[in-house]
């Protein structure tokens, strides 16, 4: 019974993995869609482009010019199905169960006599994508190229820091003059005092229109407990 | 003509005009973030004989030049296609390279650099008066002396911070060019130190036990290298008993400004003591008031003066056949205020090599560890030759563990199970 349910929710897995991959951030079959919409000119000339080399080819895949027959970079979701659906035989429940261990990247049964070496499914996928011939290579940066980037990336740290001190500074005098004022109507009013402190009284400040535990963070998301139907306004019974 | 260069044609020529127009004017206005000189100076000389008698490596491009070149035994320097950029280039130095933004930050950092400089002359000033008061005016000996303190560490932080900016630093202390003489570099050094080989220090000595075996406590403050002639050994590693027979060269890195006087010592804690069934301590060299600082970093032990600073010279480590392998730890103790100690003192105190503690040391002249280092030997093809050299007795003799008899339910075939 143990075992089933663990191989329904390996299953279940897949298809989450897979269903991800259906709606992932490349859409299939984007370069057949545009160009049914071209007129027969255009298809001409792309046709043409595409035989002159995989550069420009590329290139247009970069700048999303519509190539019919170019070699468009194969999707994620058509290449994750392929790859997963690879499957040699459907694993035993044992195994299912040990697959599904949280940190586990291999199986335990990998290690048998007898089988060949298992190769993980998402490292071929990272392969085949980052091997891709379409795969823009990695951002290389000569050595003084890379110092005037560090030089002008120190800058902006040193601007940005410098600003956020000037921010603090400003906030924090604002702050102080704010209390110089109290603490002048609290002693130099000549009245002992009672400006400051009727002036200091809170009652009526966020009860007048709507209550101050109405006011929280803007979020992305609803709280957690939902709404409570229970609060009632303080000053209700 | 060959591929590159009408490759790179176009690309100068439209290089070359940006410049003339540009950068004549901001040649010497534009200096002023460096004091020391600029990187590209020396190539400005003339030279006597034409090219093809003695190509340049950094601008040689016709393959033939370049095959001679390399017969010669020097590489060309970078791709073709470079070298044939930088002959047609004028020689612009980095912080004047004609791009935009990267001006811009310039012009951020120098400001910046120019408002650390001011700080550091109010800084300077403030503290020279503070250590001008006089220990009333300033509130008792403790709180002056803490003021001070705090102040000079505030003063080093901004002299770093000054210069942390700057890229032609960042460029030099890559080159391994910085000048170790300034806080900036030694800051450098220290950062890339601490970020993995001290780690690695730290966990030899600890893993292996020298820290609680020959001293309490050690935090390393100072890197150090080993060189057995021109060999570099790295902490723990086994070294051959042929190649231990002469003392070792260090590399003392301090990364503090001024001069130190240290104790050096080499300790073995694993001699066999068959008597006492246990191991006992040894001191390969001990040399006290050796001289080190930021600049000056060579250290060799067989070089040290023998009448002021050996008070050990150094003994070849061996290990007998059958012995566990033995750790020679190095330690850098520094002297307390940095004050000689009494040579002769120490000389008359210290007479046995078996009987000197390191830990005993360490209290009796208030030293302080602040490097260390370790290396293993072991018994090998050499070590019979060596132990005849130095005049070892007991070469000639195997250790044996002693057979410990198993206890009566550990037997694997005790007369119960019969």
Not at chain 1, 124 to 151: A, G, M, Q, V
Request: hydrophobic content about 35%; some cysteine.
């Amino acid at each position: 019974m143990h075992a089933a349910g663990m191989l329904i929710s390996s299953s279940a897995r897949l298809n989450r993995r897979t269903r991800f991959c259906r709606q992932g951030i490349i859409p299939t079959g984007r370069g057949t869609q545009l160009h049914r919409a071209l007129p027969t000119s255009t298809q001409h000339t792309t046709i043409t482009m595409k035989s002159l080399s995989p550069a420009l080819a590329s290139l247009a895949n970069v700048f999303k010019i519509p190539m019919s027959m170019a070699p468009v970079r194969p999707s994620i979701s058509r290449a994750c199905h392929e790859t997963l659906n690879r499957q040699t035989q459907q694993p035993g429940p044992v195994t299912a169960a040990l697959q599904s261990a949280p940190f586990s990247t291999t199986s335990a049964m990998a290690a048998r006599k007898g089988k060949g070496p298992v190769v993980d499914k998402r490292i071929t996928l990272i392969r085949y994508f980052l091997h891709h011939p379409l795969t823009p290579r990695p951002l290389r940066f000569s050595r003084n190229r890379y110092l005037r980037h560090w030089t002008i990336h120190r800058a902006w740290q040193l601007f940005r820091a410098q600003q956020r001190r000037k921010h603090e500074l400003e906030m924090m005098r604002q702050y102080q003059s704010m209390q110089d004022a109290c603490e002048e109507l609290r002693t130099g009013a000549g009245d002992g005092g009672k400006l400051f402190r009727v002036s200091m009284n809170k009652k009526g400040i966020f009860t007048d229109m709507f209550p101050i535990e109405y006011a929280r963070m803007q979020t992305d998301s609803p709280p957690s407990e939902g709404w409570n139907y229970d609060w009632k306004r303080p000053g209700q019974k | 003509m060959a591929h590159c260069e009408l490759a790179s044609k176009p690309l100068l020529q439209c290089l070359r005009k940006t410049y003339s127009r540009g950068v004549a004017g901001v040649q010497l206005q534009t200096r002023a973030f460096q004091s020391t000189a600029s990187v590209r100076e020396a190539e400005a000389e003339t030279p006597s004989q034409p090219f093809h008698k003695a190509p340049d490596p950094s601008l040689v491009t016709s393959p033939r030049l370049e095959r001679r070149l390399l017969r010669q035994g020097t590489a060309p320097i970078g791709s073709r296609r470079r070298r044939a950029a930088l002959q047609d280039s004028e020689n612009i130095p980095f912080e004047q390279l004609p791009y935009q933004c990267f001006q811009e930050a310039r012009k951020i950092l120098l400001a910046d650099r120019e408002e650390k400089l001011k700080e550091i002359e109010t800084m300077r000033q403030r503290l020279a008066r503070q250590e001008a008061l006089s220990v009333e005016e300033a509130g008792g000996a403790k709180a002056k002396k803490s003021r001070v303190t705090a102040m000079q560490l505030h003063l080093e932080r901004l002299k770093v911070l000054a210069d942390i900016n700057d890229p032609l630093v960042k460029r030099k202390f890559e080159d391994n060019q910085g000048d170790m003489s300034k806080p900036i570099y030694r800051f450098l050094a220290d950062r890339k130190w601490r970020e993995y080989r001290r780690k690695i220090l730290v966990q030899r000595i600890t893993q292996m036990k020298v820290i609680p075996d020959v001293l309490p406590h050690c935090d390393p403050v100072v890197e150090t290298k080993l060189h057995f002639g021109k060999r570099q050994v790295q902490a723990g590693e086994f070294v051959e008993a042929k190649l231990s027979t002469s003392a070792p060269k260090l590399d003392l890195q301090m990364f503090e400004g001024g001069q130190k006087l240290v104790t050096i010592a080499v300790v073995d804690p694993d001699v066999p003591n068959v008597e006492k069934d246990n191991f006992d301590y040894k001191t390969h060299f001990l040399a006290v008031n050796v001289p080190i600082s930021a600049t000056s970093t060579k250290v060799d032990l067989a070089q040290l003066l023998e009448d002021s600073q050996v008070v050990f010279p150094w003994l070849p480590p061996v290990a007998q056949m059958g012995s566990p392998y033995h750790r020679l730890s190095l330690f850098i103790m520094e002297q307390k205020d940095s004050q000689p100690l009494d040579f002769a003192a120490v000389k008359a105190k210290e007479t046995s090599r078996d009987t000197t503690l390191l830990r005993t040391l360490q209290s009796r002249y208030h030293l302080k560890a602040i490097g260390a280092h370790l290396f293993r030997t072991q018994w090998d093809d050499t070590t019979l030759e060596v132990m005849k050299e130095i005049g070892f007795d007991g070469a000639n003799v195997e250790l044996r563990r002693k057979r410990v008899e198993p206890l009566p339910y550990k037997r694997r075939n005790p007369s119960s199970f019969r």
